[in-house]
Nanobody, 117 residues
Framework: QVQLVESGGGLVHAGGSLRLSCAYF????????MGWYRQAPGKERELVAT???????NYADSVKGRFTASRDHAKTMAYLQMNSLKPEDTAVYYC???????????WGQGTQVTVSS
């Protein structure tokens, strides 16, 4: 099984940057698509970005050009670099690992990102 531990959230002014980290504990990291989601109070959880084992990425339209997902197979880590942050980016951000075969998935505990105006 897999455990995910997120870190890197915090408070930042509009226009600033944060880097979220997701530590993957388990085997076969390369068999998982890593995803980033976010959820604000009273809103649905939203897919922000995904990165495949080979490094291919997809982004929500709302973050294209501002956020960059990456992964490090040697460290079994996933990252989300967030630049040019806006108040509407404020949410709890969650890391997700999706097995490419079984489609089983695992979730991190979430980390709060707050962007002030």
């Amino acid at each position: 099984q897999v455990q995910l531990v997120e870190s890197g959230g915090g408070l930042v002014h509009a226009g600033g940057s944060l880097r979220l980290s997701c530590a993957y504990f388990g085997s076969q990291f390369s068999l998982y698509v890593m995803g980033w989601y976010r959820q604000a109070p009273g809103k649905e959880r939203e897919l922000v970005a995904t990165i495949s084992s080979g490094g291919g990425t997809n982004y929500a339209d709302s973050v294209k050009g501002r956020f960059t997902a990456s992964r490090d197979h040697a460290k079994t880590m996933a990252y989300l670099q967030m630049n040019s942050l806006k108040p509407e980016d404020t949410a709890v951000y969650y890391c997700n690992a999706l097995h490419i075969g079984t489609r089983n998935d695992y979730w991190g505990q979430g980390t709060q990102v707050t962007v002030s105006s």
